[in-house]
Nanobody
């Protein structure tokens, strides 16, 4: 049974840092495109970062470049999103996701976690 479980969200002040984790089970990360998405209140879900399954390159949305770093420990089956210099506009529910058929991330990934809330506020 495939499962993805996010953790690490919480309340942080602007300029602070958080590290999100996504514990996976039931599949092998090596063969999947894996990504982090977020959905802010009143907004559509957006792709934040993705590691492709063909060349393992990493994509970041422009708004987080230089501040967020995505990584994975494929042996342990854990994905990470290190978030530094957080801004109020980063406030959202963050989701991890995985897809087998596509080498890159997209809006209709095969598997999703339930999300973890990140709130950036003073």
């Amino acid at each position: 049974q495939v499962q993805l479980v996010e953790s690490g969200g919480g309340l942080v002040q602007p300029g602070g840092s958080l590290r999100l984790s996504c514990a996976t089970s039931g599949f092998t990360l090596d063969y999947y495109a894996i990504g982090w998405f977020r959905q802010a209140p009143g907004k559509e879900r957006e792709e934040v970062s993705c590691i492709r399954s063909d060349d393992y390159s990493t994509y970041y949305v422009d708004s987080v470049k230089g501040r967020f770093t995505m990584s994975s420990d494929n042996i342990k089956g854990i994905m990470y999103l290190q978030m530094n210099n957080l801004r109020p506009e980063d406030t959202a529910v963050y989701y991890c996701a995985a897809d087998l058929a596509s080498p890159t991330c997209h809006d209709n990934m095969d598997f999703w976690g339930k999300g973890t809330l990140v709130t950036v506020s003073s």
